[in-house]
């Protein structure tokens, strides 16, 4: 099993939130620390943003649509906040477009407390500028699920750096700009997946790390131990 990550300070309090299941203590959405711009994010509110969008992809249409009259040629402009640069420029923002208006709806995903904590590993392990999927301790995704519960079935991971919203997260991965396979936004509206856990943190390099696991099915390894205990 893999070994148990020791997480920052900053990383510490964002993890604050507990609450009981049969007398057990676990992880659930809990608020990181506000970002630059003032704008929090949990896992909670891009679970529900992720949700939206598996359940009405054709409303999600409008706001990946909306992004249009931001684009300047080269990068997404967000008044006020960041800008995205965009590899595929517009193409990337019409081909979305038409996707979700072609997509079927899925059912939600549940939110797993043992997965956001898996999650939570890996945005503490990232939280000095490492990158992608691939833990400082050579876990992979299924490692860390493993941590904290048993998963069946296939499981997934999406990782997104330097957002600043929900709403930003989700449009990112689903637009997936730069990656042909599309496999982020593969991840978000598969129907094999019914459970996801989310993680949000500090990026020494992008200024943010979210990191989302999704699992077809997933039982929560209870323990009497609080999180506290790894640090």
């Known amino acids: 099993m893999p070994r148990s990550v020791k997480y920052s300070l900053q ?3 964002a993890l604050s939130g507990l609450f009981c299941v049969g007398g057990y203590s676990l992880l659930l959405a809990s608020e990181y620390p506000a ?13 529900r943003e992720m949700n939206l969008a598996r359940q009405d992809p054709a409303l999600y249409a409008t706001y990946v ?3 249009r009259s931001r684009f300047d040629g080269r990068f997404i402009i967000f008044p006020g906040r960041a800008k995205w640069r965009m590899k ?3 193409s990337a923002i019409e081909e979305t477009v038409r996707f979700l ?19 939570a ?13 691939r833990g400082g301790d050579r876990s992979s995704p299924g490692d860390r699920l493993s941590r904290y ?8 991971e999406n990782i997104a750096y330097g957002k600043t919203s929900a709403r930003e997260i989700i449009l990112a991965l689903i637009i997936d700009d730069g990656r042909p396979a599309r496999t982020h936004r593969k991840n978000i509206f598969d129907h ?3 459970y996801a856990g989310v993680a949000y943190g500090p990026h020494e390099l992008y200024g943010s790390v979210c990191t989302i696991n999704f699992a077809s099915g997933y039982t929560e390894r209870l323990a009497k131990a609080v999180i506290g205990c790894n640090f």
């Open 149 to 156: 519960g048993i998963w069946r079935g296939p499981w997934g």
């Open 192 to 194: 094999n997946f019914n």
């Open 88 to 90: 595929e420029g517009l």
């Open 11 to 13: 990383i510490r309090l």
């Open 101 to 119: 208006r072609n997509a079927r709806p899925e059912q939600p995903l549940t939110l797993s407390p043992g997965m956001c904590r898996a999650a």
């Open 35 to 47: 970002v630059a711009n003032g704008e929090g994010v949990s896992a909670s509110t891009v679970l």
């Open 65 to 67: 649509e909306a992004l």
């Open 121 to 133: 590993d890996h945005c503490a392990d990232q939280t000095t500028g490492r990158t992608g999927h």
